[in-house]
């Protein structure tokens, strides 16, 4: 045998090994005297017993001094080395073992009592790493829970996708992240932490479903810098929302690498995040729909109060006007009032477009009309510096059509301007009918458009009908439109009804005929019958 080797052979002390045995607490001094045995028997300064592990030996007993406490598998350190199941034997000097001898040594008694010593200890290691991973699971459930209770207490959109970011990183022991959410087609970075990030990726790119599935690298941009990366998807039922990218795990040596179980926790991570968006963003959309709805009712009730409360009272002369927008608030609009010198004046307008700009363009009209009409003469010179206010207060792509006129009681001569509109109808006791033509275009078209003031006398029992096209458009199930011969059919057959339930049947029978179709424009109707000679 190389080395110095004892006079004798070591006779193992075996009571003493057997009591150390019995004692819980003298395992390692059992290996440590198992080891020295060895040493003594074998002639070596130092004896180590050591486990494998990731590619390393790391020590789990030693006696004599010069044995590394870690060292890489394939590297001895000048050490020799009897190999066992999932570890070694290493001494020093390495001379102590002849090759010749090394098949004997691993046959006698003390080189058995080691290799299951070793055996054991990698039992008890890899029971011990069993618990580690069942109590850091349970850790890891527990911290999800809170973490999830955290991020699910907010719904502020803000504010969550911060918190989610932060958390995501705080678990996962990142030193880096991003959070990115789906918007048009790709992805937006909406949070970062601890550096860079790509400002956006494309959602159908291939590399990047490959990294979110662990399959392959990510890409180059998305974390620039990192070593390493683990992503994935932020998903709902009804489908993907964005994404979640952590970087650079923490660990004793600096950063490493992401392990299986990292993907698992992040993943379930992503799912309550995935929930908590979803109600913050439903959150959100409730708020603006409940906010848009009070905008709505709020611009209802302006719309109500610019609408008449009524028809004035003209002796001789029945009036009336109706009103129903297809939906809350509408584009269009009419007025009955009295003018100087007791004549009336009567307005119908359909703004271009539906619901609040239309509505904003009403008000606008209304209150620059009512301006005009107590500065202004009835004539072209109103309508068109009523013109050049829609030109210059409304967008360039919208327009209001309008029929304006005033009416004399005395004299029954109804002077009127159309700019644009649907031509009205004056319905002669006789049963022919005078067309209210347009003389202008709508308004807001041009700045310096001109218009053209028309008249006509209203007799005993003629009837007046000015409209919008909600009335005359009204299509049916065969998609056939109400039209203008209708109405005057209408007209003609109803016209001795009062006004009031006259200006009811309308709707009623352009309903029957839409057969239940939804109202598809604003409707808006105002009648005027003269009933009698008004003398001066």
Not at 68 to 90: C, I, K, T, Y
Not at 194 to 210: F, I, K, R, S, Y
Not at 290 to 318: D, N, T, Y
Request: contains cysteine.
């Amino acid at each position: 045998m190389a080395g110095t080797a004892p006079a004798g052979p070591v006779q193992p002390a075996w009571d003493e090994l057997l009591a150390l045995s019995r004692d819980e607490t003298g395992e390692r001094q059992l290996l440590e005297r198992l080891l020295d045995l060895w040493r003594r028997e074998h002639g070596a300064t130092a004896a180590g017993l050591y486990l494998e592990h990731s590619g390393t030996l790391e020590r789990e007993a030693a006696v004599g001094d010069g044995l590394p406490q870690v060292l890489e598998a394939g590297r001895m350190d000048g050490a020799g080395s009897l190999r066992f199941a999932g570890g070694r034997l290493l001494f020093s000097p390495p001379g102590a073992l002849a090759p010749e001898e090394a098949d004997r040594a691993a046959g006698d008694p003390l080189t058995l009592l080691l290799a299951t010593s070793l055996k054991a200890c990698r039992l008890k290691q890899e029971l011990k790493e069993q618990q580690f991973q069942v109590n850091y699971r349970v850790v890891e459930l527990e911290a999800l829970y809170d973490v999830g209770l955290a991020v699910a207490s907010t719904l502020d959109l803000d504010r969550l996708s911060e918190e989610i970011l932060l958390r995501a990183v705080s678990l996962l022991d990142a030193r880096r992240g991003a959070l990115y959410l789906l918007d048009d087609g790709r992805y937006r970075l909406d949070r970062i932490f601890g550096g860079e990030a790509a400002d956006w990726l494309a959602a159908d790119d291939p590399e990047l479903h490959a990294f979110l599935a662990g399959a392959g690298q990510a890409p180059a941009r998305l974390l620039p810098g990192a070593r390493y990366l683990l992503g994935v998807p932020i998903e709902v039922e009804s489908g993907r929302r964005g994404l979640l990218v952590v970087g650079d795990k923490e660990s004793r040596r600096g950063v490493g690498p992401f392990l299986a179980s990292d993907r698992r926790t992040l993943s379930l991570f992503a799912n309550q995040a995935a929930l908590a968006l979803e109600n913050a963003r439903l959150h959100l959309q409730a708020l603006e729909k409940e906010r848009l709805e009070r905008e709505m009712h709020l611009a209802s009730e302006i719309q109500r109060q610019i609408l008449p409360k009524g028809a004035p009272s003209v002796p001789g002369f029945g009036l009336v006007g109706w009103y129903r927008p297809a939906r809350q608030v509408g584009g269009d609009y009419y007025d009955l009032f009295q003018v100087r010198g007791g004549r009336i004046g009567l307005v119908v307008g359909d703004v271009s477009g539906k619901g609040m700009p239309a509505a904003l363009m009403v008000s606008t009209l209304h209150s620059a009309l009512r301006l005009l009409f107590d500065h202004l003469e009835f004539g072209p010179v109103l309508l068109e510096r009523l013109n050049r206010h829609i030109v210059e207060s409304s967008a360039s792509n919208k327009f209001i059509t309008m029929l304006l006129a005033e009416m004399d009681p005395r004299t029954g001569v109804l002077h009127y301007m159309n700019a644009g509109h649907n031509p009205g109808i004056l319905l002669r006791h006789d049963g022919s009918v005078d067309q209210l033509g347009a003389g202008g275009l709508p308004l807001g078209l041009m700045p310096a458009a001109r218009f053209q003031s028309r008249a006509l006398t209203m007799e005993p029992g003629d009837l007046l009908c000015i409209y919008t096209d909600g009335i005359t458009e009204a299509e049916s199930l065969a998609e056939e439109e109400f039209g203008m011969e209708r109405l005057i059919d209408l007209l003609r057959r109803e016209r001795h009804r009062p006004l009031q339930e006259l200006v009811e049947t309308i709707p009623h029978i352009v309903g029957e005929h839409s057969q239940g179709l939804p109202q598809g424009d604003d409707q808006t109707l105002v009648l005027m019958r003269r009933d009698a000679i008004i003398t001066s």
